[in-house]
Nanobody, 122 residues
Framework: QVQLVESGGGLVQPGGSLRLSCAAS????????MGWYRQAPGKQRELVAA???????SYADPVKGRFTISKANGKNMVYLQMNSLKAEDTAVYFC????????????????WGQGTQVAVSS
């Protein structure tokens, strides 16, 4: 069974920082890309940042210059360093990975974690 487990969420004051981690485990053959999405109350889930297996990164405009996505090669982990947090960053953050796994579709598919809450408030 393949799992994505997030950690690192919490309550932080505006201007503060948090680091989210996501660990992928199970019968993984390859990971093509990993990313972070977020969903605020009453809003649709949106892409925050993504990183390919080759290390190419992309960011949503609202977080550019404040958030940094990175990965640990060989450990199936992805991180999201969030600095200069704002109230509008409050959301549940979900880890996403495009993976090829044993018994899964040949071309792979997307897997989701259960999410971790980030609250930015004074």
């Amino acid at each position: 069974q393949v799992q994505l487990v997030e950690s690192g969420g919490g309550l932080v004051q505006p201007g503060g920082s948090l680091r989210l981690s996501c660990a992928a485990s199970g019968s993984i053959i390859s990971i093509n890309a990993m990313g972070w999405y977020r969903q605020a109350p009453g809003k649709q889930r949106e892409l925050v940042a993504a990183i390919t297996s080759g290390g190419t990164t992309s960011y949503a405009d609202p977080v550019k210059g404040r958030f940094t996505i990175s990965k640990a090669n060989g450990k199936n982990m992805v991180y999201l360093q969030m600095n200069s947090l704002k109230a509008e960053d409050t959301a549940v953050y979900f880890c996403n990975a495009a993976m090829v796994v044993v018994g899964g579709p040949w071309g792979g598919r997307a897997y989701w974690g259960q999410g971790t809450q980030v609250a930015v408030s004074s």
